[in-house]
């Protein structure tokens, strides 16, 4: 499966988008204010008229190693 590192133009849009894409399925929040999300999440998004910017596109093995490369959170 192919997933995607996301952003949203605001925080009201990304508010919205989360609430939304975690009712429906797995989403991952980094710290960087990004979010990897399944494809199928992608359309759904634009079906929705959800504004968000697509960074990259990821393997389940690239997912992974994002999440080990992720910044600590700071105390």
Do not use: C, N
């Not at 504004?51 to 105390?75: M, Y």
């Amino acid at each position: 499966m192919k997933f995607a590192r996301i952003t949203f133009p605001t925080r009201e849009i990304a508010v919205r988008g989360y609430f939304e894409l975690s009712r429906r399925g797995r989403v991952v929040s980094l710290p960087d204010g990004q979010f990897i999300v399944p494809e199928p999440a992608v359309a759904f998004l634009q079906a929705e008229g959800l504004a968000h910017e697509v960074h990259e596109w990821l393997t389940g093995d690239h997912v992974t190693q994002t999440l080990r490369d992720s910044p600590a959170h700071s105390v």
